[in-house]
């Protein structure tokens, strides 16, 4: 399995934005695409937002399209969610994960970053 390290969780208020990053040291994953899903408390995992291995097709679930931008950059083994005008219910630890199967099927976890929206 490939090992997967996010980062870039925090607080933000309602409408703030955050980065997150997902990196796998020693290892690429320039040829697989990669997801971001999410777990609230109480929850089950979901499924957020997928990027191909070229970086050239994405998908979303509607309830983050025109706020969350997933992209990668190969070079760096490295794939991003940039989020922007957050809002309480993306509250959620957040998990990278290499996709076996486009565009919500996952493979290796990352460990999760928390992500906290306050209102």
């Known amino acids: 399995q490939v090992q997967l390290v996010e980062s870039g969780g925090g607080l933000v208020q309602v409408g703030g934005s955050l980065r997150l990053s997902c990196a796998a040291p020693g290892r690429t994953f320039i040829s697989t695409a990669m997801g971001w899903f999410r777990q609230a408390v109480g929850k089950e995992r979901e499924f957020v937002a997928a990027?191909?291995?070229?970086?050239?097709?994405?998908y979303y679930i509607d309830s983050v399209k025109s706020r969350f931008t997933i992209s990668r950059d190969n070079a760096k083994n490295t794939v991003y969610l940039q989020m922007n005008s957050l809002k309480p219910e993306d509250t959620a630890v957040y998990y990278c994960?290499?996709?076996?199967?486009?565009?919500?099927?996952?493979?290796?976890w990352g460990q999760g970053t928390q992500v906290t929206v306050s209102s």
């Open positions: 994960a290499v996709l076996v199967e486009w565009p919500r099927t996952a493979g290796s």
């Open positions: 990027v191909s291995w070229s970086g050239g097709t994405t």
